[in-house]
């Protein structure tokens, strides 16, 4: 019985795509249970790259079965551009990428929805992904949604109320973001309904599951599951920096509710982070760089999202929110992503504590969104470039000690060092 989870420990865009699929070769079964197309999860190898959205990272190595869980959100036209091009690319995924009959799924409308809650808050804009995750998280939650299983039965129907809901909504979201001065939000859905709902015949292709039952027959039987976060523990609903989080659970207990897997049954917690640490969209970010140290970082990393293109912003590692991180989820393993990035940095910064309202505090408060002010250490940089290692042994020393420095503030091994994006550049310890 083995049930590992690999999740994000700061604001995403950590690499987990990458590292799932270096590891998917050890395991059965690889599944997302989270979140929705509001991930951008990159892949490199042989010279090819891809970005999945709604489907798990597991599907390249060695014709693993896959599975979408009952914890995420799914859009039935993202999802088959995404399916389309993997086809496409010689990647048919029918056979074996099954989908929660609970996973809910997203509206048309529940994107413009999302719009006009962002027209309506205005400056105070969450800066969201546009992809109708919030709206649809809270139809589930309000016990209004939709989900995958409704297509088989009487959906017609079902679409039709829950539009007619939505664009109610709509426009008396309108009408406050139009009093307020901000732009209303467009209700022509016509076209965008109609490839959504080939979308949703699409979708027909695949086998739709009683996933927690199917999911935990392969456990008693003996088999392997590696559950992939999306985005990352600092945008979780509880303890996130809210209301700049997204809308789901992103840390470890989310694997058990978007799977329907116990507790008990977890082993591993692969807490994934970047050596330095990004953020896109709104809200608090205590060791933010504004400067051309955190230009250098976002021009070497190439930090621009993956699924909207925007300007990742950029900054030191902070080691308050890991050790707060790694708490939450119960992390037994750490991987360090992009340490080639800061190859070329003469020194190199790591946030130790917080000085909130002058006082020093190492545990991540209630809110970090002012009077918050980082305590550094500095740490000398390594000068080399690490792309080309291929073994821990050719680490430089001043990276060697930069690792030590790490494992010994987060009491926690780091066991994976990534060098590139390539599925190559990755080294275990
Ligand atoms: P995810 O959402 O956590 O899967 O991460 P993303 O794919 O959104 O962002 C990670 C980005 O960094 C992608 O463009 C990856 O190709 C890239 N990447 C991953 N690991 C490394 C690394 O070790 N070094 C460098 N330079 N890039 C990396
Ligand atoms: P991956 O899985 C980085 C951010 C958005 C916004 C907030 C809420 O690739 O790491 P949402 O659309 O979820 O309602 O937006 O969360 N966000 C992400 N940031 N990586 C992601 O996913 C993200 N998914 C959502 O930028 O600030
Ligand atoms: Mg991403």
């Not at 840390?251 to 082993?267: E, H, Q, R």
Request: some cysteine; hydrophobic content about 40%; charged content about 25%.
């Amino acid at each position: 019985m083995k049930v590992d989870v690999l999740l994000g420990l700061q604001w995403g865009d950590e690499g987990k795509g990458k590292v799932v699929d270096v590891l998917t070769p050890r395991y059965d079964i690889v599944t997302r249970f989270q979140g929705g197309p509001n991930a951008g999860h990159t892949l490199e190898f042989n010279g090819e790259k891809y970005v999945l959205r709604s489907i798990p990272s597991g599907i390249f190595q060695g014709g693993k079965v896959n599975i979408i869980g009952n914890g995420v959100v799914l859009d039935p036209l993202l999802f088959m551009k995404e399916a389309i091009e993997l086809a496409q690319s010689g990647h048919d995924l029918t056979e074996r990428l099954f989908i929660s009959k609970k996973a809910h799924l997203i509206l048309p409308t529940h994107r413009v929805l999302d719009a006009a809650n962002e027209a309506v808050k205005g400056a105070a804009k969450i800066g969201t992904t546009g992809k109708g995750i919030g709206p649809t998280y809270t139809d589930k939650v309000s016990r209004n949604g939709l989900r995958v299983g409704d297509i088989l039965d009487n959906f017609e129907a079902k679409y039709a109320a829950a539009k007619a809901r939505h664009l109610e909504m709509i426009e008396s979201l309108n009408a406050i973001a139009v009093a307020k001065g901000s732009e209303p939000v467009s209700t022509d859905i016509a076209e965008l309904e109609k490839q959504w709902l080939e979308g949703v015949e699409y979708l027909k292709k695949f086998k739709f599951i009683d996933s927690e039952h199917v999911i935990n027959n392969y456990i008693k039987s003996g088999k392997s599951v590696l559950c992939e976060g999306a985005q990352g523990t600092l945008l979780d609903v509880d303890f996130g920096s809210y209301p700049f989080v997204t809308s789901s659970n992103t840390i470890c207990a989310g694997a058990c509710t978007g799977l329907g897997i116990a507790p008990n049954k977890i082993g591993d917690v692969f807490g994934i982070f970047k050596a330095y640490c990004t953020r896109v969209g709104s809200g608090p970010f205590p060791t933010e760089l504004f400067d051309e140290t955190g230009k250098k970082i976002r021009d070497i990393g190439h930090e621009y999202g993956a699924v909207t293109g925007r300007e990742r912003r950029c900054g030191w590692i902070d080691l308050v929110a890991l050790r707060y991180t790694i708490m939450l989820n119960g992390v037994t393993q750490l991987i360090m992503m992009k340490s080639d990035v800061l190859d070329t940095f003469a020194t190199i910064k790591a946030c130790t504590a917080y000085k909130v309202n002058g006082v020093e505090t190492t545990e991540f408060p209630f809110s970090i969104d002012e009077g918050v002010e980082p305590v550094y250490v500095e740490l000398p940089g390594w000068n080399t470039d690490l792309t080309k290692c291929k073994s821990e042994a050719e680490f430089p020393q001043a990276f060697k000690d930069y690792i030590a420095f790490l494992e010994k503030e987060l009491e926690t091994p780091i066991k994976i060092v990534s060098v590139g994006p390539d599925r190559e550049q990755t080294i275990e310890r």
